[in-house]
C-alpha cells in the first residue's frame, strides 16, 4: 500500500514531465560584425587559395595572418572603419531587438513555462499559495514528510534523476546560453594555434638575440666614444697648458729692446740704401749734363707758363731752383719699414726665442 506522499508524487509527477522552458525558442538575434582580420581573410582567401592550391587551409590562414601583420595602416584603415560601422548598427539592432515587443514576449512566456516547470519538480505542498511562495522566493514554513527510501522504488528513482538530467542537459544547450560556433576551437584550429605559438616564441628568442647584439654594440660605441673623448681632452691639455709659450717680466723687457735694436739697425740699413741711391743720382746727372740741363729746361718753362701771372711776365726774373719733396721716396720707404717690421713680428710669434736665464738653464 502506497503512503500519503508516494500517492501524491506519482500522481502528479507524470502530468508535468513534458514541460520544458527552453522548448520556447527566442526571436532570431542580429548578427555580430566580423572582427577587421577575419574580413581581410575573407577577402583575399579565395585569391590566395588559387595562388596555392596544394597548400592546406591551416597554412593559407598563416599567410593571410602574415599578409595582415605586413599590411599598411591605410590598408587596415578600411577594414576597421567597416567592423566600426557595422558594429554601431549591431548596437542599435541590438537595443531594438531586447525592445521589441516580440522579445518582451518570449521572455514572459519563458518565465511562465520555466515556474511551471520548477513546480513540477518540487514535491507535493499543501495549496496553490504555498506552491506561489516557494515558486517566487518565499519562505514557506510547513511539516517535514520524510519518505521511506524503501517505499520507493527504482522506477520513480530513474525518472526523478531522468527529470534532473534533462533540466541540466536544458541550461547547458539553450541558445542564448551557447558558444558561437565561429569561436569554437576545433582540432585542426588548435593544430594551427600551437604552430603559431611555436613560430611566436621563435620569433621573440630571435628578437631577443637581436636585441642583445644591438645593445651590445650600443655599448662598445659609447666605451670607445668615451676612449676618444678621454685621448682628445689629454691631448688639448697638454696643448694647452703645458706648451703654451710664457713669458715673464725680464724675458719681456728683453724682448722690447731686442726689437728696438732690430727696427733701429733695418731703419739706419734703409737710410744708407736711400742715400746710395741718391748719390747714384747725381753721379748720372753729372756724367750727362746737357741731357740733364734739356730736361730740366722744359721742366721750368711749362712751370713758369702755368705759375707766373701776366704783369710779371713784363719782367721776367731769372728762376730759382727749387727742391720738390720726393713723396714717393718717403711712402716706398714707409711701406718698407712696415713689411720689415710684420715680417720680423710674424718670425718671432712662429720662432720664439728663450731668454738668456732660459738659454744658461
Known amino acids: 500500500m502506497q503512503s500519503r506522499s508516494q500517492h501524491r508524487l506519482s500522481s502528479n509527477y507524470g502530468s508535468h514531465l513534458t514541460i520544458d522552458p527552453f ?3 527566442p526571436p532570431k538575434i542580429p548578427e555580430k560584425p566580423i572582427s577587421p582580420e577575419l574580413r581581410f581573410k575573407k577577402k583575399n582567401f579565395t585569391i590566395m587559395r588559387s595562388e596555392n592550391p596544394n597548400i592546406p ?5 598563416d ?3 602574415k599578409k595582415w601583420e605586413e599590411a599598411d595602416d591605410t ?11 557595422e558594429k554601431m548598427e549591431y548596437e542599435k539592432q541590438m537595443k531594438n531587438y531586447y525592445n521589441s515587443p516580440a522579445f518582451q514576449q518570449y521572455t514572459m512566456n519563458r ?10 519538480l518540487l514535491p507535493n505542498v499543501g495549496n496553490q499559495r504555498k506552491f506561489d511562495a516557494a515558486a517566487n ?28 538530467n534533462q533540466l541540466l542537459m536544458a541550461e547547458v544547450f539553450a541558445p542564448n546560453c551557447s558558444a558561437d560556433v565561429r569561436h569554437i576551437v576545433t582540432k585542426a584550429r588548435l593544430e594551427l594555434f600551437k604552430k603559431q605559438e611555436a613560430a611566436l616564441k621563435q620569433a621573440i628568442s630571435e628578437h631577443e638575440t637581436e636585441i642583445a647584439k644591438i645593445q651590445e654594440n650600443l655599448e662598445n660605441k659609447k666605451r670607445q666614444i668615451a676612449h676618444n673623448r678621454e685621448e ?12 703654451k709659450p710664457r713669458c715673464s717680466g725680464g724675458d719681456f723687457n728683453l724682448m722690447v729692446g731686442k726689437w728696438k735694436t732690430k727696427f733701429l739697425t733695418a731703419y739706419e740699413e734703409f737710410e744708407k740704401k736711400q742715400q746710395a741711391q741718391k748719390e747714384k743720382l747725381e753721379h748720372e746727372r753729372e756724367a750727362r749734363p746737357t741731357l740733364n740741363s734739356l730736361l730740366l729746361g722744359e721742366g721750368d718753362a711749362i712751370k713758369e707758363k702755368t705759375s707766373v701771372p701776366a704783369d710779371e711776365a713784363k719782367d721776367p726774373q731769372p728762376p730759382k731752383e727749387t727742391k720738390e719733396p ?16 710684420e715680417r720680423e713680428m710674424v718670425d718671432e710669434v712662429k720662432n720664439p726665442e728663450p731668454s738668456n736665464d732660459i738659454k744658461e738653464e
Open 111 to 120: 518565465q511562465k513555462v520555466k515556474s511551471q516547470f520548477e513546480r513540477s
Open 137 to 164: 522566493g518565499g519562505i514557506v514554513v510547513q511539516p517535514l514528510e520524510e519518505d521511506n527510501p524503501r517505499d520507493l522504488n527504482i522506477k520513480k528513482l530513474t525518472a526523478i534523476r531522468y527529470s534532473r
Open 326 to 341: 720726393d713723396s714717393t721716396d718717403e711712402v716706398d720707404e714707409s711701406k718698407i719699414k712696415e713689411e720689415i717690421v
Open 23 to 25: 522548448s520556447i525558442q
Open 57 to 61: 587551409v591551416w597554412e593559407i590562414s
Open 75 to 85: 590598408e587596415k584603415m578600411v577594414y576597421y572603419q567597416e567592423y566600426e560601422r
Open 232 to 243: 682628445f681632452t689629454a691631448k688639448m691639455k697638454k696643448l694647452v697648458e703645458d706648451d
Open 63 to 65: 599567410l593571410l595572418t
